[in-house]
């Protein structure tokens, strides 16, 4: 089954594109990346800190019986609502470095949208250590999520 989600990596690039289209207008898939309330439910994960302007922080942390499983973080440098989010992104104990995301959302129509993620990586090696995981998969699992959850919401 073909996935709902897309991830393009040019072979030789160290970046990848990441685009999604929703049947959610663009203010609520918006607020799924800006509430941290409804971030915690279709990631699963705990917002441990979310400070949605300029040069504001984010932090989430997912665990399994007491221990860490999953802990990134990282700053805003752009956060403009129903548009775009431009933010740095580190997985702690991961070895993708650093990364620079820009969020594009975009309005389709009234009830349609579409969210672009660009992320660009220190070097391709980087990048592609993180492809050879279930990456794609595991995006759009979470993107089905968001739209299961955020639907109920309209």
Known sequence: ME????????????????????????????KAHSEPE?????????????????????????TDNG???????????DFIENEKITRTFEMANAPFGVQLEFAKFEK??????????????ESGALRDELLKMPFAQGINYAHNRLQDIVARLK
């Open 67 to 77: 221990k860490v499983v999953f802990s990134a973080n990282g700053v805003f440098h």
């Open 108 to 121: 389709l129509t009234d009830t349609t949208s579409k969210i672009t993620i660009h992320s660009i990586f």
């Open 38 to 62: 409804i971030i915690e439910q279709w990631m699963g994960t705990k917002v441990l800190k979310f400070e949605n302007k300029k040069h504001g922080g984010w932090q989430y942390e997912t």
């Open 3 to 30: 996935l709902k989600t897309k991830v393009n990596a040019e072979a030789g690039k160290h970046d990848l594109v990441i685009t999604r289209e929703f049947d959610l207008p663009v203010e609520l898939l918006f």
